[in-house]
């Protein structure tokens, strides 16, 4: 079997899928999966992918990248203390646009160049989604010129076909939206045309045999045969992610390497997979007050604006004799707010840490013991009004153990907003409940973070960029670089990694059967 394996990512976001597949370790502690090519177009994202691409070159992460962020400074130039890792993560993450003429020309080098290797290759990655997610199909109804066949991101995946007939990989991982199961042009379902376009990538028909990812009784991740398209639905949440993230995610394997392997060897090692939540998640993060987006925004400011909101809020309550449990939980906050002796601050220099209870393989895999600081994690700035509907919003739910609909807000805190009390923004106001996993991270954090509220009624604010790369399982030491608004698209846009190095294991085992000339699984 091979020792390694060349893994191309395609729209590589920031490397989520990667990063899970780089980690995957086999039972001789070596790590077959090397990621030699990725692409990505947009800046942010493709300088985080860089950044990781060269400190994936070391065993250790260099000691410098530490110094640099525990004492906030600026990063070393790489370039200059380590010539030859930043060259060749240069050349490893490229950003480029798949589908222009630009980007065909360099690949198509590179591919051969690749090909000439003779190194058993993967390619991941999936085409971006805004066309087939239901928000984004919501949103192009609205245009009204509209005209889906011209969309060009209906068919970037044809761009992920054409590379995989250039590259003929032993397999493949496409992750996209659910959207894309019911997404149809011309009539015709999107979806059964990509399956038909991915078995079909090598020129013949039936040239691979594509799988979904399943765990079975025992806890073993599965690659199975799909009966019907939902079956193609990978839901994060069963593989220890703190998230219920459902995408789709087809695996496909080159028929001569399918042909060799039985449906038990198309599984992992058991696991005894435990459920996370958002406590697990983000509990151990310290604390930090949200900040003022009008006017000054000092502690001493925040902490009369905040007080005057959550008394606003109990006297709202006691007006409309909601629930007796919540408005209790609205006092005793209240009453501890006002005795707290200090305000945490709104950029943590602090150090990461865990709830006792998090789940052991979620925290060796999120845990970074050398750095002394939390990175990415530093509050927005909130409306006035909105840090009372923040407040109220995280005592209801940790009272409730769901979040308040629209309706159940006492009218005093309802939004000057028209459709309010229509129903369409019934969960306009969303706390992450800390005993609860979270809603879907999408990149909508970033223009928006009611939906994402903290759960704790004192922090009165959204999460942050880390703690929602917490809850799609990055580790702490992945840094996201560019504005945080980048930052949160590039986090609500990937695969969770600790679900990617699940699906790498099960790749690794069938594929150590499937190749030629091999006697089993390592
Ligand atoms: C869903 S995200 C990928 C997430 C990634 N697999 C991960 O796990 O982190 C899709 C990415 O494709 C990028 N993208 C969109 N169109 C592209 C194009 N034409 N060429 C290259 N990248 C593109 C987007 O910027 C986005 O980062």
New binding site residues.
Partial sequence: MASNYQVV??????????EGFSAFTNDEGSAPFVVTLS????KA?HRTLQLRAFLRQFDELPTEYYDALNRGRPMPNWAETHEGEWQTAEEEALQ?????AK?ASILDKRIAELVTLGVPTIV??????QAYSLVGRARNKAIEDYVPEEDH?HF?YR?YVRILKGLRPVAFVM?NVKGMLSSSLDGKRIFDKVLDDLRAADGNPEAYELYAIALDDDGRTTLRKASRHQDYIVKAEDYGVPQARHRVIIVGLRKDIAAKISPDHRASTAVARERSSVRHAIGGLPALRSGLSRGEDSAAEWREVVASQMETVVSALEASELDADVLLAARNALAGFKKANSLPPRLSTASASFEDDCPALLADWLAEPNLTVTLNHSSRGHMTEDLGRYFFSAVFTGVRGRAPKAEEFPTALAPAHANWTTGKFADRFRTQGWDQRSTTVTSHISKDGHYFIHPDPMQCRSLTVREAARLQTFPDNYLFLGNRTEQYV?VG???PPFL?RQIAEVLHRALSYGEPGQQGAT
């Fill in positions: 990512d395609l729209f590589a976001g920031p490397g989520g899928l990667a692409v990505e177009k947009e994202a480029l646009e798949l589908g222009s980007a991941i990655g999936g085409p971006p989604c991101r970037l761009e992750e590039q846009n990937a695969v990617a």
